[in-house]
């Protein structure tokens, strides 16, 4: 919304009741969304709580008011979540689970007999952390919906998880992330590292070239990828996806260095930045 106000001239700010931008990610990758942003004419306020909203006479907004500040406004936009509308599965006496989506197992069958559940209502199982999560995505909704619908005509499938994936941008900056942020690897007590590189999104003297920067979460003792995030521009952000794989095949950072990734000036660097950050480990 902030991209789609600013394309129309219309002043932006941005209010976060969180100390960074995007939760998933961690600060130091976040800090460069904040950066690009306040580049684009957008003012965050960051650590700052909604209190109300001050009207005009005709009912219309025209300031809100936080714990720090009155912010004069014409259009406020409000942006407080996603939740699994799983009331009617409750009163019908179907468990629920993580963050009260419907429990489901990995054939996507609720705890009643007879019914599945699927997408947004319902849980997923955590490759990594090997516990049930709600991800409200539409990759996985759409995953979710064939799984049930080959179970529900008799076949036999499964859900095998997720990991977390995502992919966005802020105009020309493009953003992606899966598995487990340093943040995540800490509070659930992994013994892990980080590094972070910044390279070019192709060869340095190509034209177009631009800043990419690549952070991978590795499991000290067993050198297995847990988790990946990436910033940068012109197609930076769909690298997530060699990482995705490593993640979930169970790479080592040294079999990711080994990888025949494909090299041409307008595509990548001859070590892809991905690769690049897989080599601080070794």
Known sequence: MAEAFLDRSINVTMIDMTPQLMATLDKDMADII?????????????????????????????SLITDKQTI?????????????NSELAARAGIKLGAKEAIQVNNRLETSVPNIWAAADCAESFHLITKKQVHNALGTVANKHGLVAGINISGGMAEFTGVL????????????SR????????????????????????????????????????????????????????????????????????????????????????????????VQIAARQFV
């Open 72 to 84: 004069p406004a014409d259009i406020v936009i409000l942006g407080i979540g996603v939740k699994p």
């Open 34 to 62: 904040l950066e690009f942003m306040t580049k684009q004419q957008v003012k965050v306020c960051l650590n700052e709580k909604l209190i109300e909203f001050e009207k005009n006479d005709d009912g219309s907004v025209k």
């Open 164 to 175: 977390g994936t995502v992919i966005t941008k802020f105009r020309e900056l493009e953003i």
């Open 178 to 273: 899966t598995g487990l942020s340093e943040k995540e690897a800490k509070e659930l007590g992994f013994d892990y590292e980080a590094q972070t590189i910044i390279s070019a999104s192709q060869a340095g003297y190509y034209p177009g070239s631009e800043k990419i920067s690549v952070k991978l979460v590795v499991n000290k003792q067993s050198q297995q990828i847990l988790g990946g995030q990436i910033i940068g521009f012109n197609g930076s952000a769909k690298r997530i996806d060699i990482i995705v794989t490593a993640v979930t095949a169970g790479l080592t950072v040294q079999q990711l260095i080994d990888l025949d990734l494909a090299y041409a000036p307008p595509f990548s660097t001859t070590w892809d930045p």
